[in-house]
């Protein structure tokens, strides 16, 4: 039985070793836990079905890094076999709002990152979001760079089992930021929208869209960017009895206000990192218009 045993232990390593080299033909990073597959980050731009299904048959990955425009309803099915999956990071996917039903495969996900999902397409209003109710371990959500807009937050509004939520350079409305209102929040950072050229396009977020952020009081850490603010904040901030960690960053506000929030809110940490009037100028006018 010894030597048998040992024959099946050696046959094993070249299997591996094979299984590594086909992730790595294909560009991938990949780390490996105690001789296990878990992580991998790879650009899927050139990536064939066959790149696809190569990739879906390393069950044991926990964490996976993806990009690229082939990411579609059809290829994401391809990788539904990952089930083993905790946190997916994706830029430039290009699915409908149909497609994202393929989520519901991924019953262990806890976090997910959208950068820049099907931009511009008419396809994805974002509605399809709310299939990601059908995670039950998924706490956080980055929803950042679409084109979708209220209807992707009053989807993102019914995933009610998140904790964490981000989102800049999206579509949405003060109305949209209404939605996030009903989610039992930990941690949120909320950013600019990006203007729509040669069209009018109202802010998504000032010193207004504190009143919808003061509804959540389940919050412990805030992050606020790319806005014109002053201490008027001052009582939205302080009812929300939980909160500990303030991040203002890429905002117009003075040293002075910053100081008075800081002094109004003795139980949280406020970290603050100033604007240079030329930053201001390039991100806040030429860029933001705001």
């Known amino acids: 039985m010894k030597p048998l045993f040992c024959l ?3 046959s094993s390593v070249p299997l591996f070793a094979a299984d590594l080299q086909a992730l ?3 560009g991938a990073k990949v780390t490996e836990t105690a001789g296990i597959i878990t992580q991998v980050s790879v650009k899927c731009d050139a990536f064939t079905e066959a790149d696809f299904r190569t990739l879906g048959s390393f069950t044991t990955i926990k964490d996976l890094t993806i990009s690229g425009k082939t990411i579609t309803d059809d290829t994401l099915a391809m990788l539904t076999g990952l089930t083993e999956l905790e946190r997916l990071s994706s830029d430039g996917i290009q699915l409908t ?3 994202f039903k393929h989520f519901a495969a991924f019953q262990k ?3 997910l990152s959208l950068f820049h ?3 511009r397409s008419k396809a994805f ?3 399809g979001l709310a299939h990601l109710k059908a995670l039950p371990k998924l706490e956080k959500l980055t929803f950042a760079g679409s ?8 989807a993102i509004g019914q995933i009610t089992q998140l904790k964490e939520f981000r989102t800049w350079h999206t579509a949405q409305t003060q109305a949209g930021n209404v939605h996030l209102s009903k989610l039992p929040l930990t941690a949120l950072r909320v950013g600019q929208r990006l203007p729509e050229w040669g069209k009018d396009s109202p802010v998504s977020f000032d010193e207004s869209s504190m009143m919808t952020i003061s509804q959540i009081k ?3 850490s805030l992050e606020l960017t790319e806005a014109r603010l002053s201490a008027k904040i001052i009582p939205q901030l302080k009812s929300l009895p939980k909160l500990t960690k303030l991040r203002i960053e890429t905002v117009d506000i003075s040293v002075a206000d910053v100081e008075a929030i800081q002094a109004a809110l003795p139980s949280c940490k406020v970290d603050f990192k100033a604007m240079t009037e030329a930053d201001k100028d390039a991100l806040l006018v030429k860029k933001l218009r705001l």
């Open 117 to 119: 999902p099907a931009f």
């Open 147 to 154: 084109t979708a807009g209220d209807v992707a937050l009053e």
């Open 24 to 26: 790595q033909k294909l």
């Open 97 to 99: 709002d149909e497609g």
């Open 109 to 111: 996900l806890k976090s």
């Open 218 to 220: 389940t919050l412990e």
């Open 8 to 10: 099946l232990l050696l």
């Open 125 to 127: 209003t974002g509605s």
